[in-house]
């Protein structure tokens, strides 16, 4: 599902390196901490499969998908005619996807939790949660149906995502398992764009568990733009990021972990620092 900083570009690059530092097996459980969009947790080649997000209209929009995604509005038509047919008011009338979108927003209450989760990311501009409508058009010139795109992914994710879990929680309100397992967290990065529901988080406050929960015994992984000295960035790759509706940025998008974790599974972190984990193809831009 389409999500503000989503790793669906990098989502095979960021997992290989995992793989090729903690060994796994059939009951191995990987953890996708701030899953979003389900994006990268829908790669993972393993059954045992935990995503946990604290946006609970993404979570239940998530669970639509896994379960029956042929209840999404199929193209923008079908989402203006959802929406009037959640509306209390029923003689209400939308011209436009954008009218449709706006008046959900201002009557949350009037729609189930699914419908505002998975519309207000994968319509919204950037896949930010509730912001402004999305707008494009195709290379023909007409208007970009984002209903209709969204619709296919859900399809092709909903084959992806039967074995996983979705979990509504605080990052460090969940209870882990520690043995056989993988955490994998992408939080909301420190210089990237926020919305309301973010308020909250604090950086600070984050590197300190991934530091406890490290020290625990547990194998675990963050993705930041960059992180305090402590912590031992083992990827990196750049990307191009959207700043503005006509502005782009270029970034580094960086995987972080523990010497801990490291010394854990006997990787020296000598090579990992001289090579950034160059192994089977994958190495650092």
Excluded at 45 to 70: Q, S
Excluded at 82 to 104: L, P, R, S
Excluded at 159 to 170: G, L, P, S, Y
Aim: charged share 30%.
């Amino acid at each position: 599902m389409k999500y503000m900083g989503s790793k669906r570009r990098v989502a095979n690059d960021i997992l290989n390196v995992m793989f090729n530092i903690v060994e796994t097996d059939e009951n191995t459980i990987f953890y996708d901490v701030f899953c979003g969009g389900g994006n990268l947790i829908q790669e993972v080649p393993l059954k045992n499969r935990v995503a946990i997000d604290l946006n609970e209209y993404v979570i239940e929009a998530l669970r639509v998908i896994k379960l029956n995604p042929y209840i999404l509005p199929k193209d923008r038509q079908d989402f203006i005619n959802m929406v009037k047919q959640y509306a209390k008011d029923k003689h209400i009338e939308f011209k436009t996807g954008k009218e449709a979108y706006n008046y959900m927003k201002e009557h949350l209450k009037e729609y189930p939790k699914w419908f505002i989760g998975y519309i207000g990311t994968t319509c919204a501009f950037g896949a930010k949660f509730l912001s402004t409508w999305a707008r494009g058009t195709e290379r023909n010139g007409k208007k970009r149906d984002y209903v209709r795109q969204a619709y296919n992914s859900a399809i092709v994710q909903h084959k992806r995502i039967q074995c996983v879990d979705f979990i509504c929680k605080e990052y460090d309100k969940y209870d882990y398992i520690k043995e056989n397992s993988i955490v994998y967290c992408d939080p909301p990065y420190s210089e990237a764009s926020k919305y309301p529901r973010m308020t909250g988080f604090k950086s600070s406050d984050f590197y300190n568990w991934i530091r406890h929960m490290s020290k625990q015994g547990y194998n675990i992984f963050f993705s930041e733009f960059s992180a305090p000295e402590d912590f031992v960035e083992i990827w990196s790759k750049e990307l191009l990021i959207t700043t503005h509706k006509t502005r782009y940025s270029v970034k580094v998008d960086k995987l972080f972990t523990t010497e801990e974790v490291l010394s854990r599974n006997n990787v020296d972190k000598k090579d990992i620092i001289q090579n950034r984990f160059k192994q089977n193809g994958i190495f650092a831009l």
